[in-house]
C-alpha cells in the first residue's frame, strides 16, 4: 500500500477529495479493519483512488464505485487513474445511465446478505435521491459497518455549476437554499434504530450501524388468489355495451 502522499502526486489535484480527507478515511479503513468499501458518487476517480489503496494489500479488499455514464468521458476518468496506481483489480466499477439507486437495486436482487463494510456516499445530494439510497445501503452494509455522507453543509444555492441551469430556475427556493444531505444525516440516518457512533469531520457525516442482527432477510411467499364471479345475463350485456361504447 502506498502512502497517500504518494497516491496524491501520482493522480495530481484532481476534485472532489482533499489529500487531508483522504488521510481521514484512509486511517478511518485501517483503524476498524475495513475490507468492502461502496462508493456512489465518483466522478473523475480521486476517491475511487484512496479507497482502492486503503483496502489493496487485504486479499478479500474490494471497492465497487457507481456513478452515472458521463464520468466515463471524462479526463481522467476513475479507470484511467486506478490503472495508473495499478489498482484497477480491486475495483467494480459501474456507470448508469439515470442514477445509483437502480444498481442499488440490483445489488440487493444478487446479495441476499449485507456484503459492506463501508459506503461513502458523494453522489446526488439531495433529499429525493440519497434519502432512499440511504435505506437501500442499509441493507447491503454489513452490521458494524460504516455510512460517510459527504457535502452535508452543501446546497443548490451554493453550486457555480448549476447557476442559471433550467433545473435550479425551476426548483423551488425551499429546496435551493435548503442543506439537503444534512436533513438526510439528521432526520433519517440519526434517527435510525441501529444506528450511533455519529460524528461530523471534514463536512463529512459519519454513522455505525451497531444492530447485532444478522443473517438474511425472511422468506416471503406471495400467493395470488383468483376469485371468479359469475354474473348474470343482464349484467354481461351492460359490461358489452360498456366495452363498445354504447353506455
Known sequence: ???VGEVHEIIGRIPYMTIEQAEAIS????????????????YHGASTSYLANAICDKDDGRVVCVDKERAKTLDPNVEGLLSKLGLREKVDVY??????????MKMLEEHEEPKFDLCYLDGAHNWFVDGFAFFLVDRLLKPGGWIIMDDLNWR??????MRGSETLQEMP???VYTYQLRKV?????QRQPGYGNFREEFNWGFAQKISDFQGSAPHIETKVVVKERRVGVG???VKAGRRLGLK
Do not use: C
Request: charge should be negative.
Open 185 to 189: 444525516y439528521e432526520l433519517i440516518i
Open 173 to 175: 427556493d425551499d429546496e
Open 1 to 3: 500500500m502506498r502512502s
Open 235 to 237: 349484467e354481461a350485456l
Open 95 to 104: 456507470y448508469e445511465p439515470t442514477s445509483y439507486i437502480w444498481r442499488l
Open 156 to 161: 443548490y444555492a451554493d453550486s457555480v455549476a
Open 27 to 42: 486511517s478511518h479503513i485501517q483503524e476498524n479493519d475495513i475490507k468492502t468499501v461502496l462508493e456512489l458518487g465518483f
